[in-house]
């Protein structure tokens, strides 16, 4: 699997930057693939060549904005044992603190930021026995993980809800007050942060499923949000895209670590009892039935994720399209620049 990391380097490139845009502009003009040809500009022939590699093959690309110092392979050295990475030709040390990789493919370097591309290798995926159930649609949490086989629960993200709210209200006054530009800088913002959260929680997520031997259950809540015949809608207690980029780093992260994620029909999860499957009462946050049993309604839910029954079909086709997705590299993009590890 190939991941991109995020690593700050603050370091001034605005020359070597000026440079490789100038470059660029003339591989799109001549079309040639030769650094020779744009030895003028001054920029090392080793990233000029990749650079033109990139935009002079490129016959739909008419003009460009701005240019990465793209650095190949045989340009980077690693010292693994004190997480260094050292960049030669551009004089640049850099300290990482992402998790075990094979080998690193290149290095993007751009205004604030160097963009990592490794190769990661995936342990091989065991068949569970058990599972673990996520509930990703709750009344306060991010998350809610429940373990039917030790009857172990775990609320995850209860600062999602409020984030969500603080940032809602500040948006809407800014707004009122015309404040646009605000506006998109306070979503960023927000942004930066849920998804901070969700690599935190999704990672706890898979240390559970390790720890617990089991694999992850999880709702397919693809077309949920436009579909009102369904049972189960968005709380929209938080941002629809947070779910799936939960689930994107969930499966990620899972796949390195050999953990299997499989997903079942999400029609029921939080109207049936988890002890008898009688449908039962859901109230608000509470949910009570017939047989006696009562629970708080997501770790019901929760419960019944993990004990549903998966749609083979469904979980083995629609994954393989998932996987296919060209997208999935960059929603993987992690950023670990407040030194957080997550
Ligand atoms: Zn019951």
């Known amino acids: 699997m190939i991941l991109t990391y995020k690593v700050k380097h603050n370091r001034d490139f605005s020359e070597e930057l000026r440079k490789a845009k100038q470059v660029a502009e003339f591989g799109i003009k001549y079309r040639t693939i030769s650094s020779k040809d744009v030895s003028q500009f001054g920029l090392k022939s080793m990233i000029s060549n990749q650079i033109l590699r990139k935009y002079s093959k490129n016959k739909k690309v008419k003009s460009v904005k701005s240019v990465k110092l793209t650095i190949p392979n045989q340009g980077i050295k690693v010292d693994k044992d004190i997480r260094n990475i050292k960049i030669p030709c551009v004089k640049l040390s850099l300290y990482y603190q992402f998790p075990v990789f094979e080998k690193i493919n290149q290095i993007e370097i751009g205004r604030d930021f160097a963009y990592i591309s490794v190769t990661v290798i995936e342990k091989e995926t065991q068949p569970p026995i058990n599972y673990i159930g996520v509930d990703r649609n709750t009344t306060g949490h991010i998350a809610v993980v429940a373990n039917p086989e030790t009857g172990k629960i775990w609320k995850l993200g209860k600062k999602g809800l ?13 707004q009122k007050q015309g404040k ?3 506006v998109k800088q ?5 942004s930066r942060i849920v998804r901070d959260l969700n690599h935190k929680i999704s990672k706890k997520i898979v240390d559970i499923a390790i720890k617990d031997n089991s694999g992850i259950k999880l709702e397919d809540l693809t077309g949920i949000r436009n579909n009102t015949k369904h049972t189960k809608s968005f709380n929209y207690s938080l941002n629809s895209w947070s779910f799936y980029q939960l689930q994107m780093f969930l499966e990620y992260k899972a796949k390195i670590q050999g953990v299997e994620v499989v997903y079942i ?7 049936s009892c988890s002890r008898c499957g009688l449908i039962g009462n859901r109230n608000g946050k509470k ?4 047989c006696g049993y009562v629970d708080h309604a997501d ?8 004990l549903k029954d998966i749609n083979i079909d469904q979980s083995i086709e629609e994954r393989d399209s998932i996987e296919g997705n060209t997208d999935i590299p960059k929603a993987a ?9 997550v």
């Open 265 to 271: 029909d999400p029609h029921y999860t939080s109207k």
């Open 299 to 306: 770790v019901n839910a929760s419960f019944n994720i993990a």
């Open 333 to 341: 993009l992690e950023s670990y620049t407040d030194g957080s590890f």
């Open 287 to 290: 949910f009570k039935c017939t």
């Open 186 to 190: 306070i979503k960023d913002r927000e």
């Open 180 to 182: 646009y530009r605000k």
């Open 162 to 174: 409020h984030i969500h709210n603080k940032y809602k209200n500040i948006r809407k006054s800014l």
